[in-house]
């Protein structure tokens, strides 16, 4: 009998020199997304062993074993991971620049990699380039917590001919500052600021920049199904396959943050026909824009 259970322990012992992982993925509470993402992962990763777990099924991070391939799937996952310093590296998904900037003004936690949710604004302008050849004046509407990305957008849309004509906006009540930059841009871009693009200011938003027949980009596709021309974005399928080239690395090659390099373009017929443009080709445009190289 011992004979018998020794050589079963032996084939449940990891084949030496195998190179299989543990990745776990960890979210508030298990729902359909989460699941189908973690099978996606999974037939990536075939000789991996990925699982997911809820926050409340999780231990302290202290107590995870370190070469566990942790990824972080919202909020709770993150607020679980930030309660201790100690714990293996992580990869945080579902978090954009402006939420980042407002967690961390000064220094992140270098325990964590953040993959970045909003659409590059480098990719953003070369979509207006592209759709909108023409347009040269780029009005974007900015927060305090999203003023920061002004600085990174004005090298490159000097490189593109364009130029950013900035705007601080505090939402539906200052309607004068929406129409002043409505007044001075050729174009809209949107910025996946949560306190200036949301549910609440839509509808303001979409109306007044095309009673004056100005396109919006961005911030996101769902903005482009709600009414905004275009917009870059990654789906899925580009997560994973972030995910899956990240995971081939060890976590200590992992870098700081990273967009994904995989994306396609979302847009509006509707909003194009209204506007005079010509029907937007989604698979050219993609194309066209990863042509270009990034400043």
Same mark, same amino acid.
Do not use: C
């Given at each position: ?14 084949l030496a020199g ?24 999974? $037939? ?10 809820? $926050? ?114 505090n939402g539906p ?97 509707? $909003? ?24």
């Amino acid at each position: 009998m011992w004979r018998a259970l020794r050589i079963v322990g032996l084939w449940l012992l990891p084949l030496a020199g195998s190179s299989a992982a543990d990745v776990l993925l960890v979210g508030a509470q298990a729902q359909p997304s989460y699941r189908s993402f973690s099978a996606g992962l999974q $037939v990536r990763r075939s000789d991996d062993v990925v699982q997911f777990r809820s $926050v409340g099924q999780m231990p302290a991070p202290a107590t995870l074993k370190p070469d566990v391939r942790l990824i972080l799937l919202d909020d709770a996952a993150l607020d679980w991971r930030l309660g201790q310093s100690a714990g293996p590296t992580a990869l945080v998904l579902r978090i954009n620049r402006v939420q980042a900037q407002q967690r961390w003004p000064h220094q992140r936690p270098a325990f964590l990699t953040l993959l970045w949710s909003d659409p590059p604004p480098a990719r953003q302008l070369r979509l207006i380039h592209y759709l909108l050849p023409k347009a040269r004046r780029v009005g974007v509407l900015h927060s305090e917590r999203s003023q920061f990305l002004l600085d990174e957008l004005r090298p490159v849309a000097h490189r593109l001919g364009l130029e950013i004509v900035p705007q601080a906006w505090n939402g539906p009540r200052n309607s004068r500052a929406l129409q002043q930059v409505l007044a001075d841009s050729d174009v809209l871009l949107g910025l996946d600021d949560p306190e200036l693009y949301n549910a609440l200011t839509a509808k303001n938003l979409l109306l007044s920049s095309y009673s004056r027949q100005l396109a919006l980009i961005g911030p996101t596709a769902g903005f482009v199904r709600a009414g905004a021309l275009a917009s870059t974005f990654s789906d899925q399928t580009d997560w994973l396959a972030v995910l899956d080239r990240l995971l081939d690395q060890p976590a200590a090659q992992w870098p700081r943050s990273l967009y994904p390099s995989q994306f396609g373009v979302s847009g509006n017929q509707r $909003v194009a026909h209204t506007l005079g443009l010509e029907p937007i080709d989604s698979t050219a445009a993609a194309l066209a824009i990863e042509e270009v190289p990034s400043p």
